[in-house]
């Protein structure tokens, strides 16, 4: 399986910035770590090993990229400070990780498809919401959308936190019409850890601004852990490239 990985410095984010991508051929997908981890977490984890049909197959390709957008609710910092590092992340996202992926496809107007899980699921929720003239989509499992209320105990509203329902709410009428293109996935179990009202009042947010989406549950059998992600995922995706 191919692999290759770029570094540079961005202006947006303190540390490297880093991008790496599995996988010859097919439709790119970006994959966001679960809970601020790094670039190489969904390796680690296996996830790559059980994509590696669908990669053989030159089906997609999977790009991740750190989690540095919820880092900072993770550490427990200022919530104003947490908000500018994800208008910092958010910013990252769609103009230099986004541009790197285009190159590496030799499509100047490629729209990725956005993929995570835990945190990971409402980053990619979110960065749809926000540009869905950009990315193609997302498939959001176990996901944790509200990252004001759950660490820094305020409303996205009160604090313009980048939770998907705030972004859905500062779209544009053009930008509304081009998500109402999307389909957005979200897929939950109802076993340990896991958080499927979150999933719910997602969905019911989407469908109230007549956006494509599909809330799946599970069972108590599936919990939050990478068994459960490696488990579902690859299906998931397999489905929509």
Known sequence: MQKE????????????????RWGHYGAPVL?????GGDCEEIEQFQLIAA????????????????????RGWLAGRPVAACVRMQEDYAGFLSTE???????????ERIEPLLAGMALGAGSAMHAVCRRPELF??????????????????VSAAQVGAFAPETA???????QLDR?????????????????????RRMAAALAAGAIPQRLVLWGAERGHTWS????????LLAERV
């Open 5 to 20: 990985a770029w570094s540079w410095t961005s202006a947006r984010l303190p540390g490297p910035a880093r991008l790496v």
């Open 31 to 35: 994959v966001f770590p679960s809970a």
């Open 51 to 70: 994509l590696g049909p669908l990669l053989e197959q030159g089906r997609l390709k999977v790009y991740s990229i750190d989690g540095n957008g919820v």
């Open 97 to 107: 990780v986004l541009e790197r992926i285009r190159q590496d496809c030799h499509d």
């Open 136 to 153: 193609g989509g997302a498939v959001c499992v176990s996901g944790v959308f509200d990252l004001a209320g759950r660490f820094g105990g």
């Open 168 to 174: 859905l709410a500062g779209l544009t009428a053009s």
């Open 179 to 199: 998500l109402r293109e999307r389909m957005l996935f979200m897929a939950s179990g109802t076993g340990d850890l896991e958080t499927p009202q979150e999933s």
């Open 228 to 235: 459960t992600w490696c488990g579902t995922l690859p299906a």
